[in-house]
């Protein structure tokens, strides 16, 4: 029978990245801080204590701070890892970033979704860097996304995918040239979480290895974990189905 090590084991001598950190229940937060202050871990089912020597790097897009002034977050905990922050800008405070990445998640999402590369034009770019941006990031890259299926690898549809110039998302029906109305809008998070649904849905609920969902959509698999606990999704649902 294989001994089957955790996380802080695996990286012994190097480093461990902790992504939404911010998001760890209050148990999950004792155990962390635990590891943090002595060093030491126990593997689940297990009676002896490990000693392991880890370089911890947390993220998170959350104000741990104000979490703390909360009581959200444990303040000894915040103390222990905020020991050298690094505050990343958000996208709309390096607008100068937006044209390499947009063009990086554009010809991703075209490689993905198997259609013709596209890049956004001019006039694309003008309406990227002035959207405000408030999901960062991520929102570009589910931007771009959306922009790149609307366009079928003609165009990218940058106005559309936004809800700018042309204004809501419109649905076309087929074999008619009657136009119809425009179509409510998802907001962010329910798109997201029915693209995760249809991403888990096609891998039987896997998330993690080389056919699970973090790998089809390029994420880290604690980073999917977590996105799909503040979206409700249990990937029970789709194991089941099988």
């Not at 074999?175 to 649904?197: G, K």
């Not at 056919?211 to 999917?224: E, M, S, V, W, Y």
């Amino acid at each position: 029978m294989s001994t089957r090590q955790g996380w802080f084991e695996r990286a012994d001598g190097g480093t461990l990245f902790l992504d939404e950190i911010g998001e760890l229940s209050p148990a999950a937060q004792v155990r962390l801080l635990r590891v943090l202050q002595d060093g030491s871990v126990q593997r689940v089912g297990g009676q002896r204590t490990l000693v392991v020597d880890v370089r911890v790097v947390a993220a998170t897009h959350r104000d741990l701070h104000a979490m703390v002034t909360q009581g959200a977050f444990r303040q000894d905990l915040w103390y222990r890892i905020a020991i050298f922050p690094i505050r990343l800008p958000a996208l709309r405070e390096r607008t100068q970033d937006i044209p390499a990445l947009s063009t990086h998640f554009a010809l991703q999402a075209a490689q993905r979704l198997g259609l013709a590369p596209q890049v956004p034009r001019p006039e694309d770019m003008a309406l990227l860097v002035d959207y405000p941006w408030p999901g960062n990031v991520r929102e570009l890259a589910a931007v771009m996304e959306r922009a790149a299926i609307l366009g079928d690898g003609r165009r990218l549809e940058v106005a559309q995918a936004l809800g700018v110039g042309k204004g809501p998302l419109f649905v076309s029906v087929p074999s008619s040239d009657r136009e119809v109305e425009p179509a409510a809008v998802d907001s962010l998070d329910e798109q997201n979480r029915r693209h995760i649904e249809a991403v888990l849905a096609s891998c039987a609920g896997r998330v993690d290895g080389p056919f699970g969902a973090a790998r089809r959509l390029g994420i880290n698999p604690n980073t999917l974990r977590g996105r799909m606990r503040k979206l409700g999704i249990d990937p029970r649902r789709f194991r089941q189905r099988l």
